[in-house]
């Protein structure tokens, strides 16, 4: 006498042989575990002031780096100049509109960019400024990576006391743009620590170079035009105005004469240090603060506890310390 089995009984029947064939499942490590599938990376926006000048190249070098080590993707993107704010808050709004994970951003100006990290907090998508400062309220964002910019400055004043000497001179602080407030505090930086020397004067420190090498060689040369042979020292904030103060320098047959003190380094103004053109050069180090925002970010994201600031250090180059390994490596940093 054959006996029906009731439909259920077989399939749990076929079920049961079936797992009993295959081996059980491998049970992941530790760190198998907490990593992130590849398909499901954490997207992370970097947003720098540009996208032109070497250090931006060398900060996408350090946040590309850290998302291969903690399992998540970047998108680099910045405005075309870093004069224009109106595409910077167009970039940050493209990719909150996009739903990434985080954003990394170094904000063109302290002001313009709070309303935008304002909404970014209020769609639950956590932000890390970097670079330079934002004038919004610090709960608004998850933590500050940055030089100590104030400090660079003061470090500057103290290559150009060293540069100029007992008998000191007349300097030129110059200026970069209005609303940075990266260089706006090693402008500040370098007027507070110039004024421990009496033996120096500032007779300048309110010409803005604007953005490009150009506008910097235009500003340079009308000061040039103003002050003559008063001037014997010159202090630039960034890369840009450095690069055209120093053609302007170069053009008017005083390189090596007027002692220039320049903030970030680039292959012309490592070059010009070599030949005595340049007396120092204030570093950042670029590729570390692209890899510790990332880092930052994704700490975050991941719920993990984040110092609020990130102070990412501060060299200074020069003739004499230019080949030790540490300054090489800033002086000429890896690029994306």
Same mark, same amino acid.
């Given at each position: 006498m054959s006996v029906r089995l009731p439909l259920n009984w077989i399939v749990i029947a076929v079920t049961a042989c079936l797992a009993g064939c295959n081996p059980p499942a491998e049970q992941p490590s530790p760190s198998q575990a907490t990593a992130t599938p590849t398909g499901d990376l954490l997207h992370i926006a970097v947003i720098p002031k540009g996208e032109t000048h070497i250090f931006w190249q060398s900060v996408r070098a350090g946040a590309e780096d850290a998302a291969n080590e903690v399992g998540a993707r970047i998108t680099f993107k910045g405005p075309s100049k870093e004069s224009?704010?109106?595409?910077?808050?167009?970039?940050?709004?493209?990719?909150?509109?996009?739903?990434?994970d985080g954003i990394c951003l170094s904000p063109l100006d302290a002001d313009a960019l709070v309303r935008p990290v304002e909404e970014a907090k209020r769609a639950g998508v956590p932000v890390v400024v970097f670079d330079s400062g934002l004038n919004a309220n610090p709960d608004d964002?998850?933590?500050?990576?940055?030089?100590?910019?104030?400090?660079?400055?003061?470090?500057?004043?103290?290559?150009?006391?060293?540069?100029?000497?007992?008998?000191?001179? /007349?300097?030129?602080?110059?200026?970069?743009? /209005?609303?940075?407030?990266?260089?706006?505090?090693?402008?500040?930086?370098?007027?507070?620590?110039?004024? /421990?020397?009496?033996?120096?004067?500032?007779?300048?420190?309110?010409?803005?170079?604007?953005?490009?090498?150009?506008?910097?060689v235009n500003k340079a040369q009308a000061l040039f035009n103003r002050f003559g042979d008063e001037v014997n020292g010159v202090f630039t904030a960034c890369e840009p105005n450095a690069e055209g103060m120093l053609r302007a320098i170069r053009d008017r047959g005083l390189a090596g004469k007027v002692k220039l003190v320049a903030f970030d380094s680039s292959d012309s103004l490592r070059d010009a240090m070599d030949a005595g053109h340049v007396s120092a050069i204030v570093l950042q180090d670029p590729v570390r603060i692209g890899y510790l925002s990332v880092k930052t970010i994704v700490a975050a994201i991941r719920g993990e506890s984040v110092e609020k600031t990130v102070d990412t250090g501060i060299f200074?180059?020069?003739?004499?310390?230019?080949?030790?390994?540490?300054?090489?490596?800033?002086?000429?940093?890896?690029q994306s």
């Amino acid at each position: 006498m054959s006996v029906r089995l009731p439909l259920n009984w077989i399939v749990i029947a076929v079920t049961a042989c079936l797992a009993g064939c295959n081996p059980p499942a491998e049970q992941p490590s530790p760190s198998q575990a907490t990593a992130t599938p590849t398909g499901d990376l954490l997207h992370i926006a970097v947003i720098p002031k540009g996208e032109t000048h070497i250090f931006w190249q060398s900060v996408r070098a350090g946040a590309e780096d850290a998302a291969n080590e903690v399992g998540a993707r970047i998108t680099f993107k910045g405005p075309s100049k870093e004069s224009d704010r109106s595409e910077q808050i167009d970039v940050f709004q493209g990719f909150l509109n996009a739903q990434v994970d985080g954003i990394c951003l170094s904000p063109l100006d302290a002001d313009a960019l709070v309303r935008p990290v304002e909404e970014a907090k209020r769609a639950g998508v956590p932000v890390v400024v970097f670079d330079s400062g934002l004038n919004a309220n610090p709960d608004d964002y998850v933590a500050f990576v940055a030089t100590d910019n104030f400090r660079g400055g003061q470090i500057a004043a103290d290559a150009m006391a060293d540069s100029l000497g007992e008998s000191g001179g /007349k300097v030129i602080c110059l200026r970069y743009q /209005k609303g940075s407030d990266s260089t706006h505090q090693r402008e500040e930086g370098f007027l507070d620590g110039i004024a /421990k020397y009496p033996n120096i004067e500032v007779i300048s420190s309110d010409q803005y170079s604007g953005t490009t090498t150009e506008s910097a060689v235009n500003k340079a040369q009308a000061l040039f035009n103003r002050f003559g042979d008063e001037v014997n020292g010159v202090f630039t904030a960034c890369e840009p105005n450095a690069e055209g103060m120093l053609r302007a320098i170069r053009d008017r047959g005083l390189a090596g004469k007027v002692k220039l003190v320049a903030f970030d380094s680039s292959d012309s103004l490592r070059d010009a240090m070599d030949a005595g053109h340049v007396s120092a050069i204030v570093l950042q180090d670029p590729v570390r603060i692209g890899y510790l925002s990332v880092k930052t970010i994704v700490a975050a994201i991941r719920g993990e506890s984040v110092e609020k600031t990130v102070d990412t250090g501060i060299f200074v180059a020069t003739q004499k310390n230019q080949d030790e390994p540490e300054i090489a490596r800033l002086l000429n940093p890896p690029q994306s």
